[in-house]
Antibody, heavy 121, light 107 residues
Framework: EVQLVESGGGLIQPGGSLRLSCAAS????????MTWVRQAPGKGLEWVSI???????YYGDSVKGRFTISRDKSKNTLYLQMNSLRAEDTAVYYC???????????????WGQGTLVTVSS | DIQMTQSPSSLSASVGDRVTITCQAS??????LSWYQQKPGKAPKLLIY???NLETGVPSRFSGSGSGTDFTFTINSLQPEDIATYYC?????????FGGGTKVEIE
């Protein structure tokens, strides 16, 4: 069964840093396109970042220069390093596989259960 | 950035009704569109990709259509377990963008 499990969320002060982890089972993170999506409390979905084959990465404008997506092949885990955090970064963060990398279907599946990041003093 | 305009933002329907949600892209996205279902406190679930392809295991009462800038998502015969918020998403261009969501409730 393909599955993603996030961890690393919590309460952090403005300006602080946090690293989210997303552990995969049932498939290999390093050979798939992987993405982060966030959802502020009571709001809609916002795409954050994606990592493609060859480790090419892209970011949404709201996090560019502050967040870094990466992955560890040996741990089969995706990461999101978040620096210079702001109150508006408060959200549930989801990791997901972008099926475009499979070559024969598209869309984000599976998704992790989400991890809450709260930025507040 | 491609803007995705979803409507309505909410709707109420009876069990067994046909429900339709529309999504309009600010520019041509061909058929590079997905639909997701999100239940309260849960992660989104992929229902449809490439505008009309049903994801494996998704009930056939869900369907999607459209291309270019105008897309439609339909639930034929609404069921109580379909209560959720539905989102469209384009993947023609970065940044990937979602519609604002449609909350579906039972009358």
């Amino acid at each position: 069964e393909v599955q993603l499990v996030e961890s690393g969320g919590g309460l952090i002060q403005p300006g602080g840093s946090l690293r989210l982890s997303c552990a995969a089972s049932g498939f290999t993170v390093s050979s798939n396109y992987m993405t982060w999506v966030r959802q502020a409390p009571g709001k809609g979905l916002e795409w954050v970042s994606i990592i493609y084959s060859g480790d090419t990465t892209y970011y949404g404008d709201s996090v560019k220069g502050r967040f870094t997506i990466s992955r560890d092949k040996s741990k089969n885990t995706l990461y999101l390093q978040m620096n210079s955090l702001r109150a508006e970064d408060t959200a549930v963060y989801y990791c997901a596989r972008d099926q475009s990398g499979l070559g024969w279907k598209r869309g984000f599946d599976p998704w992790g259960q989400g991890t809450l990041v709260t930025v507040s003093s | 950035d491609i803007q995705m305009t979803q409507s309505p933002s909410s709707l109420s329907a009876s069990v067994g009704d046909r429900v339709t949600i529309t999504c309009q892209a600010s520019q041509d996205i061909y058929n590079y569109l997905s639909w997701y279902q999100q239940k309260p406190g849960k992660a989104p679930k992929l229902l449809i990709y490439d505008a009309s392809n049903l994801e494996t295991g998704v009930p056939s009462r869900f369907s999607g259509s459209g291309s270019g800038t105008d897309f439609t998502f339909t639930i034929n015969s609404l069921q109580p377990e379909d209560i959720a918020t539905y989102y469209c998403q384009q993947y023609d261009n970065l940044p990937l963008t979602f519609g604002g969501g449609t909350k579906v409730e039972i009358e």
